[in-house]
């Protein structure tokens, strides 16, 4: 049973670029969070999905984010037309359900330039 | 506000010395709390979990304590290893509107081993 499977683990995008990041949930997990970590800083929570479903956003910028997780294949966070204040390094989480034990991908880190 | 404050922020110890790390919140209503594993440039991994109810759970080397009425953890590392080096961050799961839950992340202490 893999983990939590992120890619890519590095990407590096000019600015004004799209990022687009990748997430495989754990085998049978239906509940997917996304993180970002700030060099030197802890996490903080960006969006909750389940399947086909965004259940919580609040921590995500209302501008050029986007998140989604179909019905069939990854979730996807999505950032469009990127700063260098994107740079970070972005973990995704996967749970069987709401309450039980979230698991981690290795994050992919991304940078600006 | 929802709040995860660690302490200390840093800390250095001889191999096969033991060390606590402290974690107060502020989180409101309570769901559980973690304690997580961060090495240097890779995800965080689950060490302890505990609810309202437990007041102590251990993992190996690890013992975890929770005082839900101070809202206080505490991390308890034994006979320290190399390995132990990394960052130890204590996580808060808030119950959200009651159907969902949100992690409230500590920022970390960050551990390292002397041999």
């Known amino acids: 049973n893999a983990g939590v499977m992120q890619n890519p683990r590095h990407l590096v995008r000019r600015r004004g670029q799209e990022a687009r990041l990748r997430c495989s949930p754990m085998k049978g997990h239906s509940h997917v969070y996304w993180y970002r970590q700030l060099p030197e800083e802890g996490l903080k929570f960006m969006v909750y999905l389940q399947k086909e479903n965004i259940i919580d956003e609040s921590g995500m910028p209302k501008e050029r984010f986007s998140a989604e997780f179909p019905k069939e294949g990854p979730s996807i966070l999505r950032i469009q037309q990127v700063v260098r204040g994107d740079s970070a390094a972005y973990f995704c989480a996967s749970s069987r359900e709401v309450n039980t034990e979230a698991f981690f991908g290795q994050g992919t880190r991304l940078t600006v330039v | 506000k929802n709040q995860v404050e660690q302490s200390p922020q840093s800390l250095i110890i001889l191999e096969g010395k033991n060390c606590t790390l402290q974690?107060?919140?502020?989180?409101?209503?309570?769901?559980?709390l973690r304690w997580y594993k961060q090495d240097t440039g890779r995800g965080p991994v689950s060490l302890t979990i505990?609810?309202?109810?437990?007041n102590t759970k251990s993992n190996g080397r690890y013992t975890a304590t929770l005082d839900a009425d101070t809202k206080q953890s505490s991390l308890h590392i034994t006979a320290s290893q190399l390995s132990d080096s990394a960052s130890y961050i204590c996580?808060?799961?808030?119950?959200?509107?009651?159907?969902?839950?949100?992690?409230?992340f500590g920022t970390g202490t960050l551990l390292a081993i002397q041999p």
């Open positions: 996580v808060v799961s808030a119950l959200n509107g009651g159907a969902t839950n949100k992690l409230i």
């Open positions: 505990m609810t309202f109810s437990e």
């Open positions: 974690c107060n919140y502020t989180v409101s209503p309570f769901s559980n």
